[in-house]
Each structure stands twice: as structure tokens, then as C-alpha cells.
């Protein structure tokens, strides 16, 4: 039962803690947040010591309970993963690609904005913060791209993958010895529709499709590190996308 627990433990806490310091920030936000001219960075953009401190916490976090994961590593699904990664998030980035391209402008509601259909200007950017260029910037973008490519990768698709599609079709037997990327429907059903509310709801018709491709790609491969592989690529290329077209929105 230990060793169980251990494993368990290992799978949920990382996401947890992950999700705990985006509840932080919406606090901070609240309670001590201040859009002025005159307010100190950490205030009018709490996000960017949040973040960073976020993605050093999961780091450790993971590194402690490293041997609980079976990532299965290959060259053959790792390039899998690399192409769908890139397949997944060309769904993801298509409809604000179609908002700029339908001449849309100003917010978007009802059914355009549950496609997605949106500009996505507005979220992190570390150059308001700090100015262009400096070496402020440059160290909160990468470590931006850390925490979207390295942790969100990992805490997500441990959690998704790893942990709730074996919970969710054997919660009440011995769910952690069950090998992982068995297909059902029911745990398609589950993990998909959790993985699509767990971002905003500009974000359900891209996470529904990207979402649809992990799992196949998760019970095709059967191998954990395929699915990292692919969340790491897309978020990538996500990033890359929102700091070439000012679509700081998306991440």
C-alpha cells in the first residue's frame, strides 16, 4: 500500500501544487494587484514572479518522484509525438488565425467565442514589464518557455495520461497496476472533457481537438514520454506563434 501511495502521490501532487500557484495569483491579484503607472512590477504583473516561482517548485517536485514515472522513451514515438504536437496545436492556433483572417475585430460572444474565434492579444508578456530586449525580459521568456514546454508537459500529461486514465475506468480496484494506454470510451469521455475545462472555454474547441489527438496517441503508443514529447512540442510552437504575432493571449 506504500508504495501505492507513493505513486499516486506522485502522479496528482506536481499537478496540484501546479494548479494551487494559479489560484496564488488570482489572489494576489485581488488583494494586492495594482494597474497603475506608478506601481512596482510585482504588483501590476504579479505572473511574473509567480510563474517562475511555480515552475522551480514543480521542477523539484518532480525530480523527487521521478522513478514513478514510465516514460518509456523512443526515438520512434518521439518523433510521433513531434508530429502531433504540431498537427494538435495548428488546430489550437487556427481560429484566432481565422479571426484575424475574417477581418473580426473587438470581442467576440455566442458561438465565435466558443470556437475560439478571438484576437488573443492580451496575457503574458514580459515586455511591458520590463522593456524589450533586456536581460529581465530574457530571462522571464525563457523561463516562460520552461515552465509551458518542461512542466506544463509534464504535471499535465502525467496527471492526464499517467494517473486519471486509470482511475477513471478502475477507481475502485487496484487502478495503478493497470498498463497504461489501455483504450475505453469512458476514459476518453472523462479525460478529455477535464482537459477541456481545465483551460478557458476560448480554448474548448482547440483543447477538444488536441485533446482527441493525445489520446489516441497515448493508447496508439502506448508510451508516456510520446505524450510529454507532444504536449512539449505543441506548447512550443504555441509560444513561439504568440511572441511572433503579438497573440500573448494563448499562453
Not at 478502475?170 to 489501455?182: I, T
Request: proline share 4%; net charge positive.
Amino acid at each position: 500500500m506504500e508504495n501505492s501511495d507513493a505513486w499516486v502521490r506522485a502522479q496528482i501532487v506536481p499537478f496540484g501544487v501546479f494548479m494551487g500557484f494559479l489560484l496564488l495569483l488570482q489572489v494576489f491579484s485581488s488583494l494586492f494587484g495594482w494597474s497603475h503607472p506608478a506601481a512596482p512590477w510585482w504588483r501590476h504583473w504579479p505572473e511574473q514572479w509567480i510563474y517562475p516561482l511555480q515552475t522551480l517548485v514543480c521542477l523539484v517536485l518532480l525530480a523527487r518522484w521521478w522513478k514513478y514515472y514510465e516514460f518509456r522513451w523512443s526515438w520512434k514515438w518521439s518523433i510521433a509525438g513531434v508530429i502531433f504536437g504540431a498537427v494538435g496545436i495548428g488546430f489550437w492556433l487556427l481560429p484566432t488565425v481565422m479571426y484575424d483572417r475574417l477581418g473580426l475585430t473587438g470581442e467576440t460572444t455566442g458561438l465565435q467565442k466558443w470556437l475560439g474565434l478571438a484576437a488573443r492579444t492580451k496575457g503574458f508578456n514580459p515586455a511591458e514589464a520590463f522593456g524589450d530586449g533586456t536581460p529581465v525580459f530574457w530571462t522571464a521568456l525563457i523561463m516562460r518557455f520552461v515552465r509551458a514546454v518542461v512542466v506544463v508537459a509534464l504535471v499535465e500529461e502525467i496527471l492526464w495520461r499517467s494517473f486519471m486514465m486509470r482511475f477513471s475506468v478502475d477507481w475502485e480496484g487496484d487502478y495503478w497496476k493497470r498498463p497504461f494506454g489501455q483504450a475505453s470510451w469512458k476514459s476518453y469521455a472523462i479525460v478529455t472533457g477535464l482537459f477541456m475545462v481545465a483551460h478557458a472555454p476560448v480554448d474548448y474547441a482547440g483543447a477538444f481537438v488536441y485533446g482527441s489527438l493525445t489520446y489516441l496517441l497515448c493508447i496508439w503508443s502506448k508510451n508516456l514520454g510520446a505524450c510529454v514529447i507532444m504536449h512539449g512540442v505543441a506548447n512550443l510552437l504555441m509560444g513561439l506563434f504568440a511572441i511572433a504575432y503579438g497573440k500573448y493571449g494563448l499562453w
